[in-house]
């Protein structure tokens, strides 16, 4: 079955920065790929996808790209908020299976 | 904007005891989930249900639980024989074409 990679597991930023979190997946048939922001407490929150025929979506400051060939897929916040600080996971699904599997999370801390 | 429900929000239970746990799926979504998070973890993918009947199931979701559509809008975790280690935050989702929303969680403990 699919397997999602996230790295880093924690990351800490200046407000204003970029952050970058990085995710591989195994299944080479995944074709659908959310990313969830989960504030403490609280329910895990789409907050941008990407579907296996494009490789870069970009929504304000967040964007995600992916790279089919090699199973990675990245998620880029530029100009960090403290109110950016949460637990992001990436995922992956085979919508034939259908099921969405979680990567194992990343901490961001956004420093004011 | 329609969202996943949950209740409760918070459930108590004795080791050993059952609980139901409830949810509303967004009403014109088709594909219904329970995940698991115990405190500080990943999100673990539970069972996934279409069509009035389970479509993958994770190694996870062994006899001790089931899920249930009784009518044309509740989806039902059942946990029988609770222990210790199914205290977690149990998440609902429910998914269009494709994104998949949650629910807010039942935070289950057991003592």
Known sequence: GENVEQHP???SVQEG????????????ASNYFPW?????GKRPQLIIDIRSNVGEKKDQRIAVTLNKTAKHFSLHITETQPEDSAVYFC????????KVIFGPGTSLSVIP | EPEVTQTPSHQVTQMGQEVILRCVPISNH??????????????????????????????????????????GSNFTLKIRST?????????????GSPEAFFGQGTRLTVV
């Open chain 1, 9 to 11: 597991s924690t990351l």
């Open chain 1, 17 to 28: 920065d970029s952050a970058v979190i990085k995710c591989t997946y195994s299944d080479s």
């Open chain 1, 36 to 40: 969830y922001k989960q504030e403490l």
């Open chain 1, 91 to 98: 995922a992956a699904m085979e919508t034939r299976y259908d």
């Open chain 2, 30 to 71: 088709l594909y219904f989930y329970w995940y698991r998070q115990i405190l500080g973890q990943k999100v673990e993918f539970l069972v996934s249900f279409y069509n009035n009947e389970i479509s993958e199931k994770s190694e996870i979701f062994d006899d001790q639980f089931s899920v249930e559509r009784p009518d």
């Open chain 2, 83 to 95: 222990k210790l280690e199914d205290s977690a935050m149990y998440f609902c989702a429910s998914r």
